[in-house]
C-alpha cells in the first residue's frame, strides 16, 4: 500500500513539473493569464457607469484585447479631439482616476475629449502601448461622424509616463499620415540632457532627440528624429511641477487653496495651447 500511495505521489509531482515547464515557461500561456488577472483587477478598480462623467467605449482590436477609453462631448456640432493619456509610470492609475479632469477640459475648450486607459506594465512591454494608443486614434478618426468628431483637427495630451507614450504614438500616427495638430507634454519620462538614457532601453525617447539630437551612428535614432521634425508637429514640452504635484492636480482631488489656484493656471495653460495648436 505505501508503495503504490509513493508511485501516485511521484507520477503527480512528475505531472505537475511537466505541466509547470510547458506553461510556465510559455510566453503566450503567460501572457493571456496576466492580461486576465489584470482585465480582472481593472474591472474591479473602475467606476461604476452611474458615478463616471464620460461614456465608457471599448475598442475592439483584432486578435487583442478591447482598449477601455472614456469620451466627453458637450453639444451637438462635431468637435476638434484632445486625447489624454494618463501618467502613474507605466504601472499604475487609470483612465477613470481622471474622470473630472477630462470632463472639465472638455467644457473648457469645447472639444471632444478622450481618454485612453493604456495596457499598462507587466502586462505588456512598450511598444504594445504606443500601438494601442495609435490604434485607438484610427479607430475615431474613421469613425468621427459616428461620435461627432472633427477630427481633422486633434491634439494629444499626456502627463509623465503618458507623455513619453504620446511622444511615440505621435511617430506612429506621422508615418501613417494621421499628423496630430500638437502634442502636450507634462513631466514626459524621457531625458532631457542626452540620448545615454534611453538607448538604456530599447526604443528611444524622442524628447532627447528633439532636444540633444541623435548620435550620428545610431540609424534608428536618426530615423524618429526625422520623422518628428518632418512632421511639422507643434509641440509644448514642459516640466512643470513635481511627479506628485503634478498628478494630484489632474486629479483635482483634496486641494489646499493654493493647490487650487495651481490646477486654475494648468488648466489655463492647457486650453489656451489647445486653442492655438487646432
Do not use: W
Not at 18 to 43: C, D, H, I, P, W
Amino acid at each position: 500500500m505505501t508503495a503504490i500511495i509513493g508511485t501516485i505521489g511521484i507520477f503527480l509531482l512528475t505531472l505537475f513539473g511537466v505541466l509547470y515547464s510547458l506553461l510556465g515557461y510559455n510566453m503566450y500561456f503567460q501572457t493571456r493569464f496576466v492580461e486576465f488577472m489584470s482585465a480582472k483587477a481593472e474591472k474591479e478598480g473602475m467606476k461604476s457607469e452611474h458615478t463616471l462623467k464620460g461614456e465608457r467605449i471599448f475598442v475592439k482590436r483584432e486578435e487583442k484585447r478591447s482598449s477601455r477609453v472614456n469620451l466627453y462631448r458637450h453639444g451637438d456640432e462635431p468637435l476638434p479631439v484632445l486625447y489624454v493619456l494618463h501618467g502613474g509610470s507605466f504601472t499604475d492609475q487609470d483612465a477613470d482616476d481622471i474622470d473630472s479632469f477630462c470632463d472639465e477640459m472638455a467644457l473648457r475648450v469645447k472639444a471632444a475629449v478622450i481618454s485612453i486607459s493604456y495596457t499598462k506594465m507587466p502586462v505588456h512591454t512598450t511598444t504594445y502601448p504606443q500601438e494601442e494608443i495609435t490604434e485607438v486614434v484610427q479607430y475615431f478618426h474613421a469613425h468621427a461622424e459616428e461620435y461627432g468628431l472633427d477630427h481633422d483637427r486633434y491634439v494629444m495630451l499626456g502627463n509623465e509616463a503618458g507623455g513619453y507614450l504620446a511622444l511615440l504614438s505621435a511617430v506612429m500616427l506621422v508615418r501613417r499620415t494621421l499628423v496630430p495638430d500638437g502634442l502636450i507634454l507634462l513631466d514626459p519620462f524621457a531625458d532631457y540632457v542626452g540620448t545615454s538614457f534611453v538607448q538604456a532601453g530599447y526604443h528611444p525617447g524622442p524628447a532627447a532627440l528633439l532636444i540633444s539630437g541623435p548620435r550620428e551612428k545610431d540609424k534608428k535614432l536618426m530615423e524618429y528624429a526625422d520623422v518628428l521634425s518632418n512632421g511639422n508637429v507643434r509641440s509644448f514640452i514642459r516640466r512643470l511641477f513635481t511627479k506628485s504635484e503634478l498628478n494630484t492636480l489632474i486629479r483635482g482631488e483634496s486641494l489646499s487653496e493654493e493647490q487650487k489656484k495651481e490646477r486654475e493656471a494648468l488648466m489655463d495653460l492647457l486650453c489656451d495651447l489647445f486653442e492655438r495648436m487646432v
